[in-house]
Nanobody, 122 residues
Framework: QLQLVESGGGLVQPGGSLRLSCAAS???????IGWFRRAPGKEREGVSA????????PYADSVKGRFTISRDDAAKTVYLQMNSLKPEDTAVYYC????????????????WGQGTQVTVSS
């Protein structure tokens, strides 16, 4: 059973930056990792994902140009660099894992972390 732990959330002012980390309990070589978020009263939304090889990295339109996903397989960790944060980015952010292919469809993922809160407010 693959376990995932998110960290790096917090309170940040609009325009600020945060880097989220998703640490895995086992090697990630065969796994794609996705980042998702759920804001109060809203559906869970796919933010970004990275394939097992790192060659495919889809992004939601709402975060393109502001967020960057990356992976360090040696460290068993995937990162989400979030820049130019907006109040509408406020949500609980989750990472999830599935075999091989990156997708922003949360229903395709098998393993989930517990989430980390990101609040963007002045």
């Amino acid at each position: 059973q693959l376990q995932l732990v998110e960290s790096g959330g917090g309170l940040v002012q609009p325009g600020g930056s945060l880097r989220l980390s998703c640490a895995a309990s086992a090697r990630l070589d065969y796994y794609a990792i996705g980042w998702f978020r759920r804001a109060p009263g809203k559906e869970r939304e796919g933010v970004s994902a990275v394939s097992n090889t790192g060659t495919s990295t889809p992004y939601a339109d709402s975060v393109k140009g502001r967020f960057t996903i990356s992976r360090d397989d040696a460290a068993k960790t995937v990162y989400l660099q979030m820049n130019s944060l907006k109040p509408e980015d406020t949500a609980v952010y989750y990472c999830a894992a599935r075999r091989v292919a990156a997708t922003l469809n949360p229903n395709a993922y098998d393993f989930w972390g517990q989430g980390t809160q990101v609040t963007v407010s002045s």
